[in-house]
């Protein structure tokens, strides 16, 4: 999509999530896609107009890319995802000669359109917390975050506001890693004028650890994620506590075993012997 033109655009249905922009396909029809970028879970392409193409995946959708000449997927690796022309929402026709089909059997995706320069103040925008790998998510930014918070460290994490993209497997893991309770009030990350605590700084680095070694690993799959070359992640092979009820903790020296309980309606790994 990078650097090309948006030659015609085929729209199956008026909405996904929620309605499609008023004149989307003319507002897009030849624009040419200057810069392609992300925050949190949100795709973004900067078009020459000014304009901003947010996008998002939501928990079933995905991108097709085929030369408009053949159904092959350009790249060495093709893992096909769903075919099914009936979730075929939208199709757009770029001037590289590919064509890019949203495929999304749960329409649980959007796609909207946005001036640069209203971006950041979009609700959507305002709503995503700093991310994780950046530099500025740091313990001080997280104590501030949770302070006087009555919830609990594992809801609070899973807040998109508090953190951009955190997932229910990466909250458990850090935890783990920094040996702190899910239960715990997220409040005790921060001293009474809302400095960070050691708590604070152990489950930053923790957080970031994790986020490192699960990229690394190329995810995790364990039901449909892949590679964007089309290859299996690994991370699953090297998770510490989700998905290991009834398993020996695997922190040096503790006798814990690893139990599950359900918060905010997702299921918690954790051991109750080493994280406190």
Same mark, same amino acid.
């Given at each position: 999509?990078?650097?090309?033109?948006?030659?015609?655009?085929?729209? =199956?249905?008026?909405?996904?999530? +929620?309605?499609?922009?008023? $004149?989307?396909?003319?507002?897009?029809?030849?624009?040419? @896609?200057?810069?392609?970028? +992300?925050?949190?879970?949100?795709?973004?392409?900067?078009?020459?107009?000014?304009? @901003?193409?947010?996008?998002?995946?939501?928990?079933?959708?995905? #991108?097709?890319?085929? *030369?408009?000449?053949?159904?092959?997927? %350009?790249?060495?690796?093709?893992?096909?995802?769903?075919?099914?022309?009936?979730?075929?929402?939208?199709?757009?026709?770029?001037?590289?000669?590919?064509?890019? /089909?949203? =495929?999304?059997?749960?329409?649980?995706?959007?796609?909207?359109?946005?001036?640069?320069?209203?971006?950041? $103040?979009?609700?959507?925008? *305002?709503?995503?917390?700093?991310? %994780?790998?950046?530099?500025? #998510?740091?313990? !001080?930014?997280?104590?501030?975050?949770?302070? =006087?918070?009555? /919830?609990?460290?594992?809801?609070?994490?899973?807040?998109?506001? @508090?953190?951009?993209?955190?997932? =229910?497997?990466?909250?458990?893991?850090?935890?783990?890693?920094?040996?702190?309770?899910?239960?715990?009030?997220? !409040?005790?990350?921060?001293?009474?004028?809302?400095?960070? /605590? %050691?708590?604070?700084?152990?489950?930053?680095?923790?957080?970031?650890?994790?986020?490192?070694?699960?990229?690394?690993?190329?995810?995790?799959?364990?039901? $449909?994620?892949?590679?964007?070359?089309?290859?299996?992640?690994? #991370?699953?092979?090297?998770?510490?506590?989700?998905?290991?009820?009834?398993?020996? &903790?695997? /922190? %040096?020296?503790?006798?814990?075993?690893?139990?599950?309980?359900?918060?905010?309606? +997702?299921?918690?790994? #954790?051991?109750? @012997? &080493?994280? *406190?």
């Amino acid at each position: 999509m990078e650097g090309a033109r948006f030659l015609h655009i085929e729209l =199956n249905r008026a909405d996904l999530r +929620r309605p499609l922009p008023t $004149d989307f396909v003319k507002r897009l029809r030849g624009k040419t @896609v200057t810069g392609l970028g +992300r925050r949190g879970k949100y795709l973004l392409a900067d078009l020459s107009s000014g304009e @901003v193409l947010m996008m998002h995946l939501g928990m079933s959708g995905s #991108f097709r890319v085929a *030369r408009e000449t053949d159904e092959k997927t %350009p790249g060495e690796f093709h893992h096909p995802r769903s075919r099914e022309r009936t979730h075929d929402h939208v199709v757009f026709h770029m001037s590289s000669g590919t064509r890019i /089909t949203f =495929n999304d059997p749960r329409r649980f995706g959007l796609m909207l359109l946005v001036r640069r320069a209203e971006l950041a $103040d979009h609700p959507l925008m *305002r709503q995503v917390g700093p991310e %994780p790998l950046g530099n500025a #998510f740091d313990a !001080a930014m997280l104590a501030r975050a949770c302070a =006087n918070r009555k /919830t609990s460290l594992k809801a609070a994490l899973s807040d998109q506001k @508090v953190v951009a993209g955190l997932g =229910n497997i990466y909250v458990c893991e850090a935890l783990h890693r920094a040996r702190l309770s899910p239960k715990r009030s997220a !409040a005790t990350l921060a001293r009474g004028a809302g400095q960070p /605590t %050691p708590r604070a700084e152990k489950l930053v680095a923790a957080i970031k650890d994790v986020l490192h070694n699960a990229i690394a690993a190329g995810g995790s799959s364990l039901r $449909d994620h892949r590679r964007t070359d089309g290859e299996l992640g690994d #991370f699953q092979h090297n998770f510490r506590v989700y998905g290991r009820e009834g398993k020996p &903790c695997p /922190t %040096p020296g503790c006798r814990g075993t690893i139990r599950r309980i359900v918060q905010g309606g +997702r299921s918690t790994f #954790f051991c109750p @012997v &080493c994280q *406190r």
